[in-house]
């Protein structure tokens, strides 16, 4: 069994938010695979449901960004399981808009919804980082993650949802690999080639003469004539 954590800001306020890409991950996940409907338990909400052959539980915390580990950890201590089976989806202003890395383990960098993970069950879980981008200046970045996700986002964000969606069932079987292709083949599909192959020239064929049969006397009167 395992458990996908979710992060963001509970509440309408917050929904669209670059902070709450985590949210909208296992959203997109519960709704393409069929999860039960969303409940609460955790001091968050649960869905439960399959990918694959395995069972898995998606948790989206409702204590607010700061506290997500009280939330994850009541889970984890619920169902017995160990943090290295949980995998927590995130946002990630060290990547660009549309790139995902997965990571096992590690320390937070700074991100307060993994620091109060840290804090409960320990730096031993998976991480699904998923980019949003750089303000440009760190004093910018509480600002910047709180705000909504630009119409011009809209495309690639969309892209990463629906790739992450896709590639869930090889993320609960532990095939990274799999999974981040599911989500490139969403976000970079590989381009039909257009291009029509030139027509090569055509080339008239030499035409061999025909063979003299002329004895040589006749071809030195030949010349005479």
Request: proline residues 7%; charged residues 25%.
């Amino acid at each position: 069994m395992k458990l996908f954590a979710g992060l963001g800001n509970p509440g309408a306020k917050y929904a669209g938010n670059r902070h709450n890409i985590g949210f909208m991950a296992l959203d997109r996940i519960a709704d393409d695979h069929g999860f039960t409907p969303w409940k609460s338990k955790f001091q968050g909400q649960i869905s439960e449901g399959r990918l694959g052959s395995e069972k898995v539980v998606l948790l989206k915390p409702t204590t607010f960004m700061n506290l997500s580990g009280q939330s994850v950890g009541e889970a984890m201590r619920f169902y017995k399981l160990d943090s290295t089976d949980i995998t927590v989806f995130h946002d990630e202003i060290d990547l660009a808009p549309a790139k995902l890395r997965c990571k096992a383990g590690g320390g937070h960098a700074g991100h307060n919804g993994l620091r109060s993970i840290h804090q409960h069950i320990g730096p031993h879980y998976d991480r699904v980082r998923m980019g949003v981008g750089h303000p440009g200046h760190k004093d910018k970045v509480p600002g910047y993650v709180l705000r909504d996700f630009a119409k011009a986002d809209q495309n690639w964000l969309d892209d990463v949802l629906r790739g992450v969606s896709d590639g869930a069932p090889h993320l609960a079987d532990g095939d990274t690999g799999r999974f981040l292709n599911a989500v490139s083949l969403r976000v970079a599909p590989p381009r039909s080639s257009t291009t029509k192959e030139k027509s090569k020239p055509s080339v008239k064929p030499v035409e061999t003469p025909p063979e003299d049969t002329r004895s040589p006397m006749q071809k030195l009167l030949d010349k005479f004539k």
